[in-house]
């Protein structure tokens, strides 16, 4: 005779729906939000993409320099920006292409890359 409590799905489900619950329902779990305030908004091309000077490691950054051809939002009108961005990192600049770009005090929000003719 075999004297082991069979195995029962419904149980299992019935006393993790609380425990998930509670999980997720904290308040306290840490949400992160870079820059959630982006004024500056333009297009603008890449005039440059250069290295910073020291180790070459996964925290290395480009300083990228960019041409604005046009503002979509924000009070600043100068015609030339600079940020940094991480040099192994998902954002590829390249010199010469168009770019829609966002940026808080010099600080990369969001970057698209366009075509010329989508402005």
């Not at 409590?5 to 619950?21: M, W």
């Not at 939002?73 to 030339?80: D, P």
Request: with cysteine; aromatic share 10%; net charge positive.
């Amino acid at each position: 005779m075999d004297v082991r409590p069979k195995f029962n799905p419904t149980a299992l489900i019935r006393c993790s729906i609380p425990f998930l619950t509670l999980i997720l329902s904290n308040p306290a779990w840490p949400v992160v939000t870079l820059i959630p305030d982006c004024p500056e908004k333009f297009i603008g091309i890449v005039e440059s993409s250069k290295a910073d000077e020291g180790p070459n490691n996964s925290l290395s950054k480009l300083n990228i320099t960019v041409e604005v051809t046009k503002y979509l939002s924000g009070t600043s009108q100068t015609k030339e920006k600079k940020f940094k961005v991480l040099k192994y990192g998902n954002l590829q600049f390249v010199k010469g292409n168009y770019y829609i770009i966002s940026l808080n005090k010099n600080h990369l929000c969001m970057a698209e890359k366009v075509g010329p003719q989508d402005y």
